[in-house]
Every structure is written in structure tokens, then in C-alpha cells.
């Protein structure tokens, strides 16, 4: 049993994940060291308790990096299993590296504050927040996490009966407090709020991506109708449900499917000109795993390669049909006219009667010998 299963994880370690963990490390190094650490702003979780602690204490704040997400990614070993615990460490080992580089290694000037956006503190809140969440992003993504205290949430959350996201939350609003009753100055905690909400949108957007999924069910009378032209037109599936109204106590059928953001428009379209009276409701989807909508667009023109090849396939055996049956009439044709070798030949018995020659002829020959 253990031989398969360290088969299975090294199976599930992939280069191509640690490259892109690797540059998420290097991008969210990039947004925490070069914006939002110049201009004292602060980052959410262990990387801003670690840029606190770096700016009021000798260490550097790439240790504290360390210090602190390298016990509660150990600690949720078992918890959240050897795979996720590689890739986090990996991506943190990358972003204290670059840290350190950028702050200690490379000759940057942060005499004017942010070596990118100045002194402009709103500049540095809204895009560092930006780059640091894209970086996130990149590392939930690929399968890891660079900040530990989603670990000690996922461990902890439920013992204390609240929510993983609110632990999260309850815990930078600590820091930010605490932030502000060490440094005396609230100016930063409360830029560092836009930029964690500006980071936390910018984890969203990575991992859902910018075409979000919406989900539709539709209560209409003329359902086969209306699923036949949603999956013509989507080129995808349509679930059938089969319910009842509570007042009416009348069977009902309701249809079920997912859309990309871009699509509800003619959704409503297509279900209202099949059925005005249709009733709609529109949802956000959170998630959603089998069919991806990432690859409709793909699969809609694989449909639509693959229609056309038939088409072209029957219009080629149409045209070789017709084509058979003009050389088939011809051939027949040819076969029908009798041919001089086909003709009969004359009857050479010797008691066949000579036929008879024209005067002509006779005339012909006698002068000839003449």
C-alpha cells in the first residue's frame, strides 16, 4: 500500500506545476516587496503579520516568511495531504527568495518609496493588491497555497464553528488592528484593506477566470421545444427535471443548464421567443467540474467541423452518384447499339439460296468484263 501510494504522489508531481508555482512565487514577491511594502502597507495573512514583524524587528521579513508557514504546512500534513503541503512549500520557498532578493540582493531604490508607483499610496494599495492576488491565484491553481494561515483555517475553522473565509477574515482584521496600534498610523492599515479586497478579486478572477459560468432554470410548458433550440444553439447539454406546482398541483418540467456570462442575453432570447409565459431564473456558479466551459468553444467547433465534413461527405456521394449513373446510361447505351462484330453473319450453307442482286450490279459487272 505504501509503494502505491508514493507512486501516486510522485505521479502527481508535475514540472509544468512547479514552474508555474515558481514564477506565482516570483510575481507575489514582486507586488508585497516593490508596492505594498514601500509605501507600509500590508499584505493579509502570515505575509502581512511577517511585514509587520519585519519593519518593528531586526529579521528580515523573508525569514518570517518562513517562520511562520513552513510549521502550519507541516501541521496540515494529514490534513489537506502530502501533494498540496509539496506545492505550498515550494511556492513559499520561492516567495521568501525573492523577498530577500528584491529587498536585500538586488540594488533597488526605494528611497522615493515604491521603485514603480512612488509615494502614491493608492497607486501601490491597488496594484500591489492586484500582482500579490494574481500571484495567489496562480499558486491555489496549480495546486498549493502561499500563505499558511488558510492551512490553520482549514485545521481550526471548524472546531471553533465558523467558516474557513471567516476565519481568514477574522484574522487580517486582527492584523490590521493591531498594525495600526503598533505603528500608530491608520492611514496604512486602512489602504491595506482596499489592497487585500483588490488581491482577493484578483484571486477570483485567476482561478474562475474572466468568463464566468451562470446557471439557468427555466419553467415553460414547451420544454422539448426549448431544450432542442438551447442545446442547437449552445452546443451543449440541457438537464430535464421532472416537478410540481404547489398550488396548482399541475406536473411541471423544469430545464437546467450552464452558460458562460456572455451567453445569458440570447438565452433569454431563445427561451422568450419560444415561450413568453417561460419562467427564468438566472444564477452565478460558483464551480463547476465534468463539462468545462473553458473548452465550449472548442468542443462548438469540433461539432461544427465534424457536421461538415458529413455534409461535404454527402454532397461528394451525391455527385459521384449522379456522376455513376450518367456513365451507367452511356455504358448502356454503348452495349445496346450492336456492333459489326455482333451483327450475324451471312449463311455460307451450301444449300442457301443466293440473294438476289440488283439490276445495277449486274450492269456493273458485265461492264467490267467488258
Known amino acids: 500500500m505504501k509503494s502505491r501510494s508514493s507512486v501516486s504522489f510522485l505521479k502527481s508531481l508535475r514540472l509544468t506545476d512547479f514552474f508555474m508555482l515558481a514564477v506565482a512565487g516570483v510575481v507575489n514577491a514582486a507586488g ?101 492576488g494574481i500571484g495567489s491565484g496562480i499558486t ?24 474557513v473565509g471567516s476565519f481568514v477574515m477574522s484574522y487580517n482584521v486582527v492584523l490590521y ?23 482577493l478579486k484578483a484571486v477570483d478572477f485567476v482561478i474562475d477566470g474572466f468568463d464566468k459560468a451562470k446557471s439557468a432554470f427555466i419553467i415553460t410548458d414547451r ?24 398550488y396548482s398541483r399541475t406536473p411541471k418540467t423544469v430545464l437546467y443548464c450552464v452558460v ?14 419560444i415561450d413568453p409565459n417561460a419562467f427564468l431564473v438566472i444564477n452565478d456558479v460558483t464551480d463547476s467540474l465534468g463539462s468545462s466551459l473553458r473548452y465550449e468553444s472548442r468542443i462548438r467547433r469540433k461539432i461544427n467541423k465534424v457536421i461538415a465534413e458529413k455534409e461535404a461527405e454527402k454532397s461528394l456521394r451525391d455527385s459521384a452518384g449522379d456522376s455513376s449513373d450518367i456513365d451507367s446510361t452511356s455504358n448502356q447505351t454503348a452495349d445496346s447499339a450492336p456492333s459489326r462484330d455482333s451483327l450475324p453473319a451471312a449463311d455460307t450453307h451450301p444449300d442457301a439460296t443466293p440473294a438476289p442482286t440488283s439490276p445495277h450490279d449486274n450492269d456493273s459487272e458485265n461492264g467490267e468484263n467488258r
Open 32 to 132: 508585497v516587496t516593490l508596492l505594498l511594502s514601500p509605501a507600509g502597507l500590508y499584505d493579509g495573512g502570515f505575509s502581512g503579520t511577517s511585514m509587520l514583524l519585519g519593519n518593528v524587528t531586526p529579521l528580515a521579513m523573508s525569514a518570517y516568511l518562513l517562520i511562520f508557514n513552513v510549521p502550519f504546512f507541516l501541521f496540515g500534513l494529514k490534513r489537506l495531504g502530502a501533494s498540496f503541503i509539496v506545492h505550498s512549500l515550494f511556492a513559499v520557498g520561492v516567495y521568501a527568495l525573492f523577498s530577500y532578493l528584491f529587498q536585500s540582493v538586488f540594488e533597488i531604490d526605494f528611497s522615493a518609496g515604491s521603485p514603480v508607483a512612488g509615494a502614491d499610496i493608492l497607486l501601490c494599495a491597488l496594484f500591489g493588491g492586484v500582482i500579490s
Open 140 to 163: 491555489i491553481r496549480f495546486g498549493g497555497a502561499i500563505d499558511g494561515v488558510e492551512v490553520l483555517a482549514v485545521v481550526f475553522a471548524k472546531r471553533i464553528g465558523i467558516t
Open 177 to 199: 488592528v493591531v498594525a495600526g496600534i503598533v505603528t500608530k498610523d491608520w492611514i496604512a492599515p486602512l489602504y491595506s484593506i482596499i489592497a487585500y479586497t483588490v488581491g
Open 223 to 246: 420544454h422539448n421545444e426549448v431544450a432542442e433550440m438551447l442545446s442547437k444553439e449552445f452546443g451543449r447539454g440541457v438537464t430535464s427535471i421532472d416537478a410540481e406546482g404547489y
Open 260 to 273: 458562460n456570462r456572455f451567453e445569458v442575453g440570447k438565452l433569454k432570447s431563445v427561451v422568450t421567443e
